[in-house]
């Protein structure tokens, strides 16, 4: 353990003062002396621990769960969790600048990174919601939800106060936490938009993040109820800009990685890099994960100035629809292993433009500001999301996009043959579709990917336009 | 003289065969054909008063639409969804290609998909009905009024028609008499036993996706008074059933059939197209279409993917299950509906805590499946009976 926790960039002080703690939140999930030692070689294999900030940014997820876990019997009065809730992390920031009583989570990334990405250890999670509602098999449930509901079945994190989800991207989630209320008796709370917008608004967006601030501003009224102080409109925008560091940092090494050839970071990172910018911190707590990412961009810039980078340069260049696997890195690193260079996945991509940032004025209101994340390409109809897309690819100069869809999310599946086909027609690209489980490592086939993947490289490759 | 020799009935049968070529006719004189998904969120009012004629696209049952949305979706789309997507591609059934506009209702997660699809081929006029699904607040009503003030602006430009208040109450007024009329025939089947099949009752109602408004409303006049005086239908001993489930499709009666077949006899249908539809009324005064708004938002008992729903739905099936003296409940939900499915499982843990037996069913809209789920539904009805006979 203690050699885990060094390889993962604690200091010895660090290690003496939290040995205790994460042992305690390791052991309630099962892992064995044999998992830590398979936890370093995963770590070692998919990950580059000699990249300045990537021990820190894995430490930092391991701190965050621990802080989740051991959250009650730490003495947090008010536990809190957002699950697929976009821009609950803000308003879980404005609650942590106020009050060390309170512990906010957004479930799960740092959980499905140490539990899953390094420990391999989810399907057990995953198999004890299959025993409740969640039934495995042709239904294909979403693992997320799946995750969420094995973790309250196996009382693995403490029982939270509240815990709220949007419906900005499913029904499915929401339906998880409905059941969750009625059958475990954990407060539950949602915020809401809806789905209506038609291709001829588009971009317009306003009806909706209106909708959704609404929304937002009434599930902020319950929150005040159960933490007992008033959230005031200041105190939000406050967390807003706090972030803002958090925000530019992902945009600069975005940046490098969408136009950097070779590309100078793999997809494995980039998720951990995601994690560091979405975790809920106070107003004084945002210094780590912000360093984290500065550095690991510093040595990006180094890496590019050097013409170093995760795959060989002039690699073939894929954009991935939905974001990369959660707990499971092996995909992400074969993509790199057979040199396509995955420039990104899925996730921040505005319309119209196919931008990371949203176009426009910035709306005054803060809740609207939290209602931003409906303008990304996931949130759309199928008809805006192809258009989104299509700009993003453009934008980035890809040969191919991979759709390795998610099957238990149906948003984003059932759009899979029609983007295909908006991305043929308008782009001439190659587009491959893999049907997939974001959240689940038992969907993975090494040798099934590895075939196919090979195939795609090599239509990537001769259907690229000569210079 | 049997229901089903009611000249009534007959002739509805007659007008629905006519029917196809009787809205074409209509489109030649600049009628507009109108056609909506189901699920309970379209206010069919709103496009009748407009002049165009409503149709509810909700066909299903069959296989070859289904396998035909596979070039356009996965597998994992539910097959209702599916028949939505096939049906337009196979340009077999009349009232899918003769649409002038589609209304597609923002429902659950699949369906929704349905109307994106249509909207990406664009070659129909498409309005998507936002309904939020969270409709307790007073912001989501005043939203979906809002959707509804854009239907009905919509629906003033396609048909060239204002839609006045009178229009818009003379329209609730029909569809009142309609939904008041299926709610008595479906009470009467709190008789034992019922005096009309459950498949019956279901294709009924079926018909009144495709019917003349007016004329369906006078056919169900008399078949409600016929069945007044009726005699049963099954034998009074036949165990009875309450359907719980996201749908049944017109041209999905596998499993009705099934279930008939075995003995059991269903008494009552909550359902998107069943007692969902037609147990309440629409206020028919003041600000019309915030009445519509609330009488179809939020005084309706809600689908599932509505927020917070699964528990109003099971304290209404467990009030159903007491006015409708039920044994048991068959839940048919159609395969790859996973918030269906979720919720399969709080109901069978509610239902055993107030010993009621339930038989969770799933299905595709093939024909594999028949076996063995006449095997489950026939264990099932025998337990029943079993229980009846100890008791
Ligand atoms: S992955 Fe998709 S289905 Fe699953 S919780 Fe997230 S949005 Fe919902
Ligand atoms: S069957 Fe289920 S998934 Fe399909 S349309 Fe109905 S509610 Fe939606």
């Given at each position: 353990m203690i050699e885990l926790l060094k390889l993962c960039g604690f200091t010895d002080s660090e290690i003496e003062a939290q040995l205790p703690r994460v042992a305690a939140v390791f052991s309630r999930f099962g892992v064995t002396a044999e998992d830590i030692e398979r936890g370093k070689q995963r770590l070692n294999k998919y990950y580059d621990l000699e990249m300045p900030g990537v021990r820190q940014a894995v430490r930092l997820c391991i701190k965050d769960l621990t802080n989740m876990v051991l959250a009650r019997e730490e003495g947090k009065q008010k536990v809190i969790y957002g699950f697929m809730a976009p821009g609950f992390e803000i308003l879980g920031s404005a609650l942590l600048s106020k009050s060390s009583a309170v512990h906010v989570a957004s479930l799960f990334p740092s959980l499905h990174f140490v539990i899953g990405c390094v420990f391999d250890k989810i399907v057990p999670i995953l198999e004890a919601a299959e025993r409740k509602?969640?039934?495995s098999g042709k239904i294909a449930h979403c693992g997320n939800v799946k995750t969420l509901v094995g973790l309250f079945a196996l009382d693995l994190i403490p029982r939270p106060d509240l815990l709220v989800t949007s419906g900005f991207l499913c029904d499915t989630a929401p339906k998880a936490i409905?059941?969750?209320?009625?059958?475990?008796?954990?407060?539950?709370y949602y915020y809401d938009s809806c789905h209506d917008r038609e291709f001829r608004e588009y971009p317009d967006d306003i009806r909706v993040t209106g909708l959704a601030a609404k929304s937002l501003?009434?599930?902020?009224?319950?929150?005040?109820?159960?933490?007992?102080?008033?959230?005031?409109?200041?105190?939000?925008?406050?967390?807003?800009?706090?972030?803002?560091?958090?925000s530019t940092a992902m945009k600069n090494i975005h940046n490098l990685m969408d136009s950097g050839d070779p590309l100078p970071l793999s997809a494995n990172h980039d998720l951990l890099c995601h994690t560091m910018s979405t975790l809920p911190r106070g107003k004084s707590d945002t210094g780590e994960p912000l360093a984290i990412l500065n550095t690991i961009y510093e040595a990006m810039q180094d890496r590019v100035r050097k013409g170093i980078g995760a795959v060989e340069k002039g690699a073939p260049r894929v954009l991935a629809l939905n974001p990369h696997h959660m707990n499971d890195p092996r995909m992400e690193h074969l993509l790199g292993e057979l040199g396509i260079a995955l420039v990104?996945?899925?996730?921040?991509?505005?319309?119209?433009?196919?931008?990371?940032?949203?176009?426009?004025?910035?709306?005054?209101?803060?809740?609207?500001?939290?209602?931003?994340?409906?303008r990304t390409s996931l949130a759309q109809g199928l008809s805006a999301r192809a258009a989104i897309i299509i700009e993003a690819c453009r934008r980035l100069n890809v040969d191919g996009v991979l759709d390795k869809y998610h099957v238990g999310c149906r948003m984003g599946a059932a759009d899979a043959m029609l983007l295909k086909d908006a991305i043929t027609q308008q782009l001439g690209i190659p587009v491959l579709l893999m049907e997939w489980e974001g959240f689940d490592p038992r969907a993975y086939n090494e040798e099934q990917c590895r075939r196919r993947l090979e195939l795609f490289k090599d239509v990537l490759i001769s259907s690229r336009q000569p210079e | 003289m049997t229901l089903m020799e009611l000249r009534e009935l007959s002739d509805l049968d007659t007008h629905l065969g006519n029917r196809p070529a009787q809205l074409r006719a209509a489109q030649r004189k600049g009628v507009k054909v109108v056609g909506f998904?189901?699920?309970?969120?379209?206010?069919?009012?709103?496009?009748?008063?407009?002049?165009?004629l409503p149709i509810c696209l909700a066909r299903g049952g069959s296989p070859e639409p289904v396998d035909a949305a596979l070039t356009e979706v996965p597998d994992v789309?539910?097959?209702?969804?599916?028949?939505q997507v096939g049906e337009r591609l196979l340009k077999t059934n009349p009232y899918y290609g003769m649409i002038d506009m589609l209304v597609a209702p923002i429902t659950c997660q699949h369906l929704k998909k349905a109307g994106e699809i249509w909207e990406y081929h664009g070659d129909k006029e498409i309005f998507k009905l936002g309904v939020p699904h969270q409709n307790d607040a007073e912001f989501s009503l005043e939203y979906y009024a809002d959707r509804l003030r854009v239907m009905k602006d919509r629906l003033e430009a396609l048909t060239g028609n204002e839609i006045t208040d009178e229009k818009l109450g003379e329209a609730i007024t029909l569809y009142n008499r309609i939904r008041g009329l299926l709610r008595e025939v479906s009470l009467l089947r709190r008789a034992a036993p019922p005096p009309i099949s459950s498949l019956e009752f279901v294709k009924l109602?079926?018909?009144?996706?495709?019917?003349?408004?007016?004329?369906?409303?006078?056919?169900?006049?008399?078949?409600?008074?016929?069945?007044?005086?009726?005699?049963?239908?099954?034998?009074?001993?036949?165990?009875?059933?309450?359907?719980?489930?996201?749908?049944?499709?017109?041209?999905?009666?596998?499993v009705l059939g099934l279930v008939a077949a075995a003995g059991g006899e269903i008494v009552a249908e909550e359902l998107c197209e069943g007692i969902r539809y037609y147990w309440h009324d629409i206020e028919n005064e003041g600000d019309l279409r915030r009445s519509l708004a609330r009488g179809y938002l939020i005084d309706r008992l809600p689908c599932a993917f509505i927020r917070r729903s699964a528990k109003k739905r099971l304290d209404f099936a467990l009030k159903l299950v007491q006015d409708f003296d039920v044994s048991g409940i068959i839940w048919y939900e159609i395969l790859q509906c996973e918030v269906y499915n979720a919720e399969s499982?709080?109901?069978?843990?509610?239902?055993?805590?107030?010993?009621?037996?339930m038989l969770i069913l799933e299905s595709d809209y093939g024909t594999a499946d028949v076996g063995q789920l006449r095997t489950r539904i026939e264990a099932f009805i025998e337990q029943i009976r079993k229980a009846g006979d100890n008791d």
């Open positions: 509602w969640l039934k409905d059941l969750i209320q009625e059958l475990y008796g954990i407060p539950t501003r009434r599930f902020a009224l319950k929150v005040q109820e159960v933490v007992g102080f008033e959230i005031t409109d200041d105190m939000l925008q406050e967390a807003i800009d706090a972030r803002g560091g958090l990104s996945s899925e996730t921040g991509f505005f319309a119209p433009h196919g931008e990371r940032d949203p176009a426009g004025e910035k709306p005054a209101d803060p809740y609207e500001k939290l209602a931003q994340s409906l | 998904f189901p699920g309970n969120y379209v206010p069919e009012e709103i496009i009748y008063a407009s002049g165009a789309i539910c097959p209702f969804v599916r028949a109602n079926h018909a009144s996706f495709y019917a003349d408004p007016v004329f369906f409303a006078d056919v169900l006049d008399s078949v409600y008074h016929e069945l007044q005086g009726e005699k049963a239908v099954t034998k009074a001993e036949a165990p009875r059933l309450l359907l719980l489930g996201p749908n049944v499709a017109d041209g999905d009666y596998k499982y709080f109901f069978a843990q509610r239902m055993r805590e107030h010993n009621v037996p």
